[in-house]
């Protein structure tokens, strides 16, 4: 049974940091490609960051340049460094995994497992 965890949501004010977690169990962690995805109210959900096994990345492009993702395979957890954070990143932030990371015009990863609870961003003044 695949489990994911998300933590480090919060709010913020516009241009702050928030640092978000997210702890896999249940699965081969170092295997699968790891991703943030976000949603929130009124849309659909969004990859926002992947990263592959080897450790190379993608971003959305509303979050490039601000947000970093990471992963410690020992750990079993994937990391999102939000910095400059803007009101339009307020949403519910999910971690998932795939098989693939896709890049450019075709960005997106397929997720694997079900969703977990997520974790509550809200970026206002």
């Known amino acids: 049974q695949v489990q994911l965890v998300e933590s480090g949501g919060g709010l913020v004010q516009p241009g702050g940091s928030l640092r978000l977690s997210c702890a896999a169990s249940?699965?081969?962690?170092?295997?699968?490609?790891m991703g943030w995805y976000r949603q929130a109210p009124g849309k659909q959900r969004e990859l926002v960051a992947g990263?592959?096994?080897?450790?190379?990345?993608d971003y959305a492009n509303s979050v490039k340049g601000r947000f970093t993702i990471s992963r410690n395979n020992a750990k079993n957890t994937v990391y999102l460094q939000m910095n400059n954070l803007k009101p339009e990143d307020t949403a519910v932030y999910y971690c998932n995994g795939g098989t693939t990371l896709y890049s450019g015009i075709w960005y997106r990863m397929n997720p694997l497992w079900s969703w977990g609870q997520g974790t509550q961003v809200t970026v206002s003044s």
């Open positions: 249940g699965i081969i962690f170092n295997n699968y490609v």
């Open positions: 990263i592959r096994s080897g450790g190379s990345t």
